[in-house]
């Protein structure tokens, strides 16, 4: 097992959420783990990554799969001017390499938003920290354990 999925398990567990950490094919895209696990696009909560200008850090916006973080809102959410987060800079603060980003278990503390689209399902999917595995989650407690603020910032 890998030290990002095993950071993931912990954080999991520590939470006392009892969920099982699925093996999937390649799962790069929303599509892509929709389609290995078998529901519906929007139940993927897609962990992107913007970098704050101000800042320098990492900040998260965990979207449902079928929407696109629109540039613009995410600024006003997150309070400063955003850009594009290399590889480095996300695997650095949150531990993770670009897809496999999980919303929870990260090295470092990290700003988060979420989607309330994804507070429409009794469960959503996440990545685990690798681009293979994922995990069943009820919205309130990913909300909960990623310490995010439900915010409107899709396209």
Not at 109 to 137: C, E, N
Request: with cysteine; glycine share 8%; hydrophobic share 45%.
């Amino acid at each position: 097992m890998s030290k990002s999925l095993k950071r993931v398990r912990a954080a999991l567990d520590a939470a006392k959420i009892e969920t099982q950490i699925l093996e999937t094919p390649l799962a790069r895209t929303a599509a892509d783990a929709a389609n290995a696990i078998g529901c519906e696009i929007d139940q993927i909560a897609k962990s992107i990554i913007f970098r704050g200008h101000d800042s320098g850090k990492a900040i998260l916006f965990i979207t449902a799969g079928g929407n696109t973080v629109d540039p613009t809102k995410a600024t006003a959410v997150a309070g400063e001017a955003l850009g594009k987060a290399d590889a480095a800079l996300i695997r650095t603060q949150t531990g993770f390499a670009i897809g496999g980003v999980s919303p929870v278990g990260h090295l470092n503390p990290i700003q988060t938003y979420l989607d309330p689209r994804l507070m429409d399902f009794a469960a959503v999917w996440a990545a685990a920290g690798t681009p293979h595995h994922v995990f069943k989650v009820k919205p309130d407690d990913l909300r909960q354990l990623s310490g995010a603020q439900i915010s409107d910032f899709k396209s």
